[in-house]
């Protein structure tokens, strides 16, 4: 972000494992399937959402929460599919010092596995730093804990990449000889 003045996109796929052509499909079906419900208090549970973001997003596509399903058009189901799948944010420099700190709260530790720093709930994703509900005093304390948690999480993503690298080669290796 330096080099690009204190800029970037940041783009988040809120639904990993669901494919796109698959969300759209899950979002029309749920709108045929709940028509006299309200959206707000009706949306597809396999996406795995809360309440709060899913109005989020109804807010951020210009719907309003009490409108039902059958009155929501096609092109608000594909746009909402699209932000659930490639949700860009524009990352425009950073907060004064004061703004920086976070009081408490964070993904808990009983939710990760502390030797990885990987998530027990969704495999490959790994957390470090304020990220984690990690309360102590502000300084050395949290500044050890980012650098050691980003430490583990990153040998561990690397041991991870470096795993998956080798069995594409084996893999090539097997197709060549056959």
């Known amino acids: 972000m ?12 809120f639904i990993p494992d669901i494919h796109i ?8 079906q749920h709108k045929d399937q709940h028509a006299k419900n309200k959206v707000n208090n009706a949306f597809p549970k396999e996406f795995g959402l809360v309440k ?14 009490d409108m039902h399903w059958a009155t ?7 746009a909402m599919a699209l932000r659930l799948k490639q949700w860009m944010f524009e990352v425009v ?16 530790l ?3 596995s ?19 509900n990690v309360d102590g005093v502000t300084g050395g304390f949290n500044f050890q804990n980012a650098w050691t948690g980003g430490y583990i999480a990153g040998t561990s993503i690397g041991t991870l990449a470096s795993k998956s690298i080798l069995k594409e080669e084996q893999a ?7």
């Open 72 to 78: 929501v058009p096609k092109s608000h189901l594909n």
């Open 52 to 65: 709060r973001f899913w109005g989020f997003l109804l807010e951020q596509e210009s719907l309003d929460g």
């Open 21 to 28: 052509e698959d969300v759209k499909r899950i979002l029309f």
């Open 93 to 108: 420099g950073k907060g004064q010092f004061k703004d920086e700190f976070v009081t408490a709260g964070g993904v808990p």
């Open 172 to 178: 090539c290796l097997q197709l060549q000889g056959s």
């Open 110 to 112: 009983s939710e990760i």
């Open 114 to 132: 502390l030797s990885t720093m990987e998530s027990k709930k969704q495999p490959n994703l790994f957390f470090a730093g304020e990220v984690l």
């Open 2 to 13: 330096y080099i690009s003045f204190n800029t970037a996109k940041l783009v988040v796929d």
